[in-house]
């Protein structure tokens, strides 16, 4: 099939500098592609890099979308190294959507950094969430093991808390943190340790070692990775930034087969690419963890924020997001 690809570049300032253990993020940058066929086709989609997977590569989707020259008949047109431009391509071309199999899906309150985590694990807990995410590794981890234990004593019974590192922590930090989690109520450590060494390996141990299950992020970003880790026997979590895979669905299909624990995640894409990250976060087949999606609202102009922020997303939240105004927003 050929299509007539357009794109618009965009950049959004978000509303609040999003900070992790890795440094500070304050604009959001991605591009936007419209693909249109003869009969009478059209379909859009988001390529929205993060940072530290590489920091220039916004400037790089932009050439390989002028390099098409207009037209395009295959993901595969664009180097496989820009892979959520491949990615945003594919969901354009996707006739159709996919079959939910959710009504509603739970989201994740995300906590700030620091000792801020409580008041808002405390308002969001007021407002009904029942699954709450902290970025850990950005202070000492004396300060933070102790506000752990004051953000899980004042969250309702049930409540689960998710840990996210961003592979901040050396070993024994690590260690500390893990047997700590493994006698609370934590659902999981997300890149718990620093990518050194044998990295792969201290990850596996680490979680043969300790109780809690563990979570992979950054260090999946394609099918690829994917059947790598099911292949060294990975049995924690999968959390899946949809919009940064060049195939999701092949990874999808892989973490299917292998019966894998998943968590679909917000890249703070816009929500003309969350539209169908979440669309098949509702067509997964297996258990339902809540949505890595409790960050908003993101951007400063709120068209582009993607779903209302409560603890449960309806599909039709999600089916209803129209993306051709986002488009045009963008100029
Ligand atoms: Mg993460």
């Not at 693909?35 to 993060?50: K, N, Q, R, T």
Request: glycine share 10%; aromatic share 10%.
């Amino acid at each position: 099939m050929d299509f007539a690809i357009e794109f618009r570049r965009y950049r959004l300032p978000f509303r609040q500098p999003v900070v992790t253990a890795r440094g500070t993020w304050t604009v959001r940058e991605g591009v936007f592609i419209r693909l249109s066929a003869a009969d009478g086709f059209v379909g859009y989609g988001e390529a929205a890099p993060v940072p530290h997977f590489g920091r220039d590569s916004v400037d790089r989707y932009e050439e390989a979308c002028r390099a098409l020259g207009g037209r395009i008949q295959s993901p595969e047109q664009v180097p496989a190294s820009l892979a959520s431009l491949r990615g945003a391509i594919a969901s354009a071309m996707r006739r159709g959507e996919p079959n939910p199999r959710h009504r509603s899906l739970a989201i994740a309150a995300l906590l700030p950094a620091g000792r801020a985590a409580l008041k808002v694990a405390a308002e969001k807990a007021e407002a009904g969430y029942r699954v709450f995410k902290w970025k850990v590794g950005v202070g000492a981890a004396d300060d933070e093991l102790a506000i752990m234990d004051d953000i899980l004593g004042g969250l309702p019974g049930g409540s689960r808390l998710r840990l996210d590192a961003n592979r901040a922590w050396p070993r024994r930090t690590a260690e500390r943190w893990l047997s700590a989690a493994s006698e609370r109520p934590v659902e999981f450590v997300e890149e718990p340790v620093s990518d050194e060494g044998d990295f792969k390996d201290l990850l596996l141990g680490l979680s043969r070692d300790y109780p809690v299950p563990l979570g992979l992020d950054e260090s999946i970003s394609s099918d690829a990775d994917v059947a790598d880790w099911l292949g060294r026997g990975w049995k924690g979590f999968f959390v899946i930034k949809t919009a940064l895979f060049g195939d999701v669905d092949a990874a999808l299909e892989l973490l299917r087969v292998a019966q894998a624990r998943v968590v679909f995640s917000s890249a703070l894409e816009t929500a003309l690419g969350a539209r169908d990250a979440l669309l098949l976060a509702f067509s997964w087949a297996g258990r339902a963890y809540a949505l890595g999606y409790g960050a908003g609202p993101l951007f400063v102009d709120s068209r582009f924020d993607a779903i209302p922020p409560a603890p449960l997303l309806r599909h039709e939240d999600a089916s209803r997001i129209s993306k051709e105004p986002l488009w045009n927003a963008v100029t």
